[in-house]
């Protein structure tokens, strides 16, 4: 059979009151790599209670650490997979209501190298946004009841200061590719229709395979029915192009 990829699963978990908090922890041999804090507020109570009564508006908590994982596992657990070595590391937060939370989030790339596809992935990624999922905790059970969620993603905002690369060229040495001042501030809603999502502003900064270091704006949006593109700039040490359009 296939190893499962991690040797120890430990939880602790207490329920009074309605809430339900504590940890859970997943090991591999080289010790812990995930831990998951939680205080959620539900009533587990063994009644008949619709959905919308076990949600509770009350303020939630969710912390997620993940510590250097033997990536490697992956495969051996899924053999279809590429290979991924490297190590990360990730802290995610997730406060508020069932209704509104707060995320925040960061990712640190060290080595990272998915076969055949990227080597030597190294960087940091810092992600915050504000996700609603219905006007209050009431709604939002009546909603998921109805398969009628419809979540926002409320200015959503990404930095990546540095990130740095190796692509893999056939027949040729890996090419290094460097980005820059990565800044994304967008924002998304789901809809009957689709998604529909806006990017106030993406800018960075990048360069590789022998080209020079170019800057990139970009400012769009994205509909069921298409994209429009209401800004595009790409600036080079000796030219600019400028766009716009669908």
């Known amino acids: ?7 120890q699963l430990q939880t602790s978990l207490t329920y009074a009151a309605q809430r339900l908090q504590g940890a859970v922890q997943l090991q591999q041999a080289r010790g812990e790599v995930l831990t998951l804090d939680l205080q959620l507020p539900i009533d587990l109570a063994v009644s008949d209670l619709t959905l919308a009564q076990r949600l509770q508006e009350a303020p939630l908590d969710l912390r997620l650490s ?36 707060a995320l925040e989030a960061s990712v640190r790339l060290q080595k990272l190298a998915l076969a055949g596809m990227i080597e030597d992935l190294e960087g940091t990624l810092q992600l915050s946004s504000n996700i609603v999922t219905a006007a209050s905790v009431p709604a939002l059970a009546q909603a998921l009841q109805k398969g009628a969620l419809q979540p926002r993603l409320e200015r959503l905002l990404l930095r990546v ?9 056939q027949g040729e040495s890996a090419q290094p590719v460097q980005v820059e001042n990565l800044r994304l501030d967008a924002a998304a809603h789901w809809t009957p229709k689709g998604l529909q999502a806006t990017v106030q502003h993406l800018g960075l900064h990048t360069s590789g395979f022998g080209l020079p270091r170019t800057e990139v704006q970009l400012a769009s949006k994205w509909t069921p029915q298409g ?19 669908s």
């Open 1 to 7: 059979g296939q190893a499962w990829p991690f040797v």
């Open 161 to 169: 200061p540095a990130l740095h690369a190796q692509l893999p060229a």
């Open 66 to 101: 993940l510590k250097r994982p033997d990536l490697s596992a992956l495969q051996r657990l899924q053999p279809s997979l590429p290979a991924l070595t490297g190590s990360l590391e990730s802290t995610v937060r997730l406060q508020g209501t069932y209704a509104a939370l």
């Open 227 to 245: 994209l429009q593109v209401s800004r595009l700039q790409v600036r080079l040490p000796q030219s600019e192009i400028q766009a716009q359009g």
